[in-house]
């Protein structure tokens, strides 16, 4: 089965700010956004309202694992709702 490591990916000033900044030449090339890895699903959602309150993107906090015993990837969208991050999209990709 497909089973790889919880990541997640958002976008803040400061990577927005470096994305733009940087020369084309530049290697590695500067992403928009940033991604993390997480050894475990719970892992990531300890610190899921950090992303989210750090978060620029009007989409949301974007979210990527695989499902236990399921084929494929298991999609989020998160934002903050209340103060509280919620998820506000979900789906297999």
Same mark, same amino acid.
């Given at each position: 089965?497909? @089973?790889? !490591?919880?990541?997640?990916?958002?976008?803040?000033? #400061?990577?927005?700010?470096?994305?733009?900044? /940087?020369?084309?030449?530049?290697?590695?090339?500067?992403?928009?956004?940033?991604?993390?890895?997480?050894?475990?699903?719970?892992?990531?959602?300890? @610190?899921? !309202?950090?992303?989210?309150?750090?978060?620029?993107? #009007?989409?949301?906090?974007?979210?990527?694992? /695989?499902?236990?015993?399921?084929?494929?990837?298991?999609?989020?969208?998160?934002?903050?709702?209340?103060?509280?991050?919620?998820?506000?999209?979900?789906?297999?990709?």
């Amino acid at each position: 089965m497909a @089973n790889f !490591k919880p990541q997640v990916s958002y976008e803040t000033k #400061e990577s927005l700010n470096n994305y733009y900044n /940087s020369s084309q030449y530049s290697k590695p090339k500067i992403k928009r956004g940033i991604t993390k890895h997480f050894k475990t699903y719970s892992e990531l959602l300890k @610190n899921i !309202k950090g992303f989210c309150e750090e978060n620029i993107d #009007e989409d949301g906090v974007f979210v990527v694992r /695989s499902r236990r015993g399921q084929w494929g990837e298991w999609c989020e969208r998160w934002k903050l709702v209340n103060g509280k991050p919620t998820i506000v999209k979900e789906g297999w990709s």
